[in-house]
């Protein structure tokens, strides 16, 4: 579960910096300034546990966080994507690291990729999709700051995504909505990660 203590292991620019693989994982991934981080925190229950900014691109390696102790699972807060005036050796390494972390990782049991309600899909998000399909990690969908949004809106765009995760094949057919501000949708989320690690 998630009681227990929350710790931040460490951060992976490159893949040999990587933790070693004795524990189940669960990844974040999602647009840069999406609310991964801001998710994470109210998943653990602990602010300022992963840092959260108003600068797109803050978080550029992965960043693994410990639960539990002795630890049951981690959770990866991953480099967000698609932010404007990215270099393109960023956006390369980026591509690289993602990919062969999401290809080669065992234990990566799910990702979660954070949508922002106001937006929805985007291509810069199709990107990502891809290459889960392509690894064969199964992912879920997640709405985020749902609380920025009208009840109409939050319709719309939900059925939108929907209609979009269908057909993609390593996706969960349902998504999952959140607001980290509001406390929304994170006893769902939490649910969802303690299925995807069956601890
Ligand atoms: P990068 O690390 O740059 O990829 O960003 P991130 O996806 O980790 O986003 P982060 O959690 O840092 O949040 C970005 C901004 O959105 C911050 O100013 C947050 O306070 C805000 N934010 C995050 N979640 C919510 C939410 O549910 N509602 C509202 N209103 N704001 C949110
Ligand atoms: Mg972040």
Redesign the pocket.
């Known amino acids: 579960t998630f009681a227990g203590p929350v710790a931040f292991l460490k951060s992976a620019p490159a893949l040999h910096f990587l933790p070693d693989p004795t524990v189940p994982e669960v990844a974040f991934a999602?647009?840069?300034?999406?609310?991964?981080?801001?998710?994470?925190?109210a998943l653990a229950g602990r602010n300022g546990l992963?840092?959260?900014?108003?600068?797109?691109?803050?978080?550029q390696e992965l960043n693994f966080f410990d639960i539990g102790d002795p630890v049951k699972f981690r959770l990866v807060?991953m480099?967000?994507y698609g932010?404007a005036k990215a270099p393109k050796d960023v956006v390369k390494k980026w591509r690289y690291l993602v990919n062969d972390f999401l290809r080669g990782r065992d234990v990566l049991k799910r990702a979660l990729v954070?949508i922002d309600a106001r937006h929805g899909i985007k291509e810069v998000d199709r990107d990502i999709l891809d290459m889960l399909d392509g690894a064969a990690v199964s992912y879920r969908l997640v709405l985020?700051?749902?609380?920025?949004i009208s009840a109409a809106e939050l319709a719309e765009v939900t059925e939108r995504t929907i209609a979009e995760a269908r057909k993609h094949v390593a996706a969960h057919p349902d998504l999952i909505v959140?607001?980290?501000?509001?406390n929304e949708g994170i006893a769902e989320l939490r649910a969802a990660v303690l299925e995807a690690v069956s601890v």
């Open positions: 999602g647009r840069s300034n999406v609310g991964k981080s801001s998710l994470l925190n992963a840092r959260t900014s108003n600068t797109p691109g803050r978080t807060d480099p967000g932010f954070l985020t700051k749902a609380d920025k959140t607001s980290s501000e509001k």
